[in-house]
C-alpha cells in the first residue's frame, strides 16, 4: 500500500539525483486533484488556483509559504487580486522530484 503524498514529507536534494521520468511524473500527477499539469519540457508542475478575493488569495499564499518553509522546497508563485499560480519544479536537478507532488498535494489539502 502507498503512502497518501500528504503524509510524506520532502527528502533534501541539493542535486545528484535523476529527475523523475516523465512515466514516472505521470503516475504521481494521478494523484494529484484535477487542474495540475506538467508543463511540455516534463520539468516543472502547475496550477491555476482562483479565489473570491485578494484577502483569501493572500491567505492560500501564505499558507503555501509555510508549507514550504516546513518541506524545505518551494515553488514558484504568480499571485494576482482573485488567483495564484503555483508551480514546483526541484531547481537542483533540472527537473521533477516527488518533493514536487508532496509539496502540490499538501497546497491542495489546503483547500479541503
Known amino acids: 500500500m502507498s503512502t ?3 503524509e510524506k514529507h520532502c527528502k533534501p536534494c541539493e542535486g545528484g539525483a535523476e529527475p523523475l521520468s ?5 503516475k504521481l500527477l494521478g494523484e494529484l486533484p484535477d487542474g495540475w499539469a506538467i508543463d511540455e519540457s516534463g520539468k516543472e508542475i502547475s496550477k491555476d488556483f482562483e479565489f473570491r478575493g485578494f ?9 503555501v509559504a509555510w508549507i514550504a518553509n516546513e518541506e524545505g522546497h518551494h515553488p514558484d508563485l504568480e499571485v494576482g487580486y482573485k488567483h495564484c ?5 526541484t ?8 518533493n514536487d507532488f508532496i509539496c502540490a498535494a499538501k497546497s491542495e489539502a489546503l483547500l479541503m
Request: hydrophobic share 35%; aromatic share 6%; charged share 25%.
Open 4 to 6: 497518501k503524498l500528504t
Open 22 to 26: 516523465r512515466d514516472a511524473a505521470e
Open 55 to 63: 484577502h483569501r488569495t493572500m491567505s492560500f499564499v501564505n499558507a
Open 85 to 89: 499560480r503555483v508551480r514546483y519544479s
Open 91 to 98: 531547481h537542483a536537478i533540472g527537473g521533477l522530484s516527488e
